[in-house]
């Protein structure tokens, strides 16, 4: 004989009550963290990590490796997102410490380009991979007591000077190993937002 309506509504509203207290429970006893919010932020690059993008730079060779090489090394400057071109001025200011640097200590490269004005270009990229992901106790997170995040990932910092389409100076920069941990407290919990906005109110 079929269940009447009565019963079968009857026994899903412990079920709801249950699945709320597993819910509560998991985020008690912070067992839930795979529901976290997590992040990735990757500027368009052809390698796996930070050894990768050195090797390729390696690569490049000042008065022998053109610009056309440069690209199909990894390095291309109207592909790689949020890439910074410098002029000869702007070129010089990055690379030399003090502008009043003797002669002999300055780089063929960076005379070169002096020399050369307007014909001298820098471009400067920043291939990457961050990772963002909130770690700890769910329970707190989604209340907004406390949130730890923990960011991971990698970061390398290419300068090629090129003039007439050939490497002149590079230059390299970076983070082979990011790992950073940033927690972040609010006493208020849900009102730490209301709170702040009734003590900046006149």
């Known amino acids: 004989m079929p269940s009447s309506p009565h019963h079968t509504l009857h026994g899903a ?31 368009s690059n052809q390698w796996q990590d930070f050894d990768a993008a050195k090797q390729s730079f ?6 022998r490796t053109t610009l056309d090489t440069v690209r199909e090394l990894g390095f291309d400057p109207a592909r790689t997102p949020n890439v910074q071109i410098l002029n000869h001025s702007q070129v010089v200011r990055a690379v030399l410490p003090s502008p009043l640097q003797e002669l002999g200590t300055i780089p ?16 400067f990229m920043e291939p990457s991979h961050i990772d963002r992901k909130r770690v700890g106790n769910f329970m707190l997170d989604f209340l907004n007591f406390k949130r730890d995040t923990l960011t991971t990932g990698w970061k390398f910092g290419a300068l090629i000077v090129v003039i007439h389409d050939k490497v002149v100076y590079k230059q390299w920069s970076g983070r082979p190993k990011i790992e950073e941990t940033e927690v972040r407290h609010n006493p208020l919990g849900p009102l730490q937002g209301v709170g702040e906005s009734v003590r900046g109110m006149p």
């Open 108 to 123: 063929k490269g960076i005379i070169d380009c002096m020399k050369a004005q307007e014909a001298c270009v820098g471009y």
């Open 58 to 63: 390696d690569q490049i060779v000042p008065y």
């Open 13 to 43: 509203a412990p079920q709801g009550r249950y699945r709320l207290a597993a819910l509560l429970a998991c985020g008690l006893l912070g067992a839930c963290s795979g529901m976290l919010p997590t992040s990735r932020q990757t500027v």
